[in-house]
Nanobody
Framework: QVQLVESGGGLVQAGGSLRLSCAAS????????MGWFRQAPGTEREFVAA????????AYADSVKGRFFISGDNANNTVYLQMNTLKPEDTAVYYC?????????????????WGQGTQLTVSS
């Protein structure tokens, strides 16, 4: 089992920045991918970014490319999502996700474990 604990959500003005964190614990091994997804009210959960833990390769949704940056801390199995130049349309509940393996996948069905979600609200 893998447990994911997220933190860092909140309220921020448009144009501002915020960083989300997600700590993974349990039987993580060394070959896994961690990702971030988000879900706004009335919409489906969508892919935001992912990072392959071994090697550090990353992938981003087009809507956040150049504004959001995903990174990982090997020492404590924590993944970060640095979000810059935030827009009101970034408002959503952000979920951390985990999957074993090395392929960066965009489908939420490919991820085995999920965090509880953290709310980001961007005011205009």
């Amino acid at each position: 089992q893998v447990q994911l604990v997220e933190s860092g959500g909140g309220l921020v003005q448009a144009g501002g920045s915020l960083r989300l964190s997600c700590a993974a614990s349990g039987r993580t091994s060394s070959t896994f991918v961690m990702g971030w997804f988000r879900q706004a009210p009335g919409t489906e959960r969508e892919f935001v970014a992912a990072i392959r833990w071994s090697g550090g390769s990353t992938a981003y949704a087009d809507s956040v490319k150049g504004r959001f940056f995903i990174s990982g801390d090997n020492a404590n199995n924590t993944v970060y999502l640095q979000m810059n130049t935030l827009k009101p349309e970034d408002t959503a509940v952000y979920y951390c996700a985990f999957r074993f393996g090395t392929v960066l996948l965009y489908s939420l069905r490919s991820y085995n474990y999920w965090g509880q979600g953290t709310q980001l609200t961007v005011s205009s």
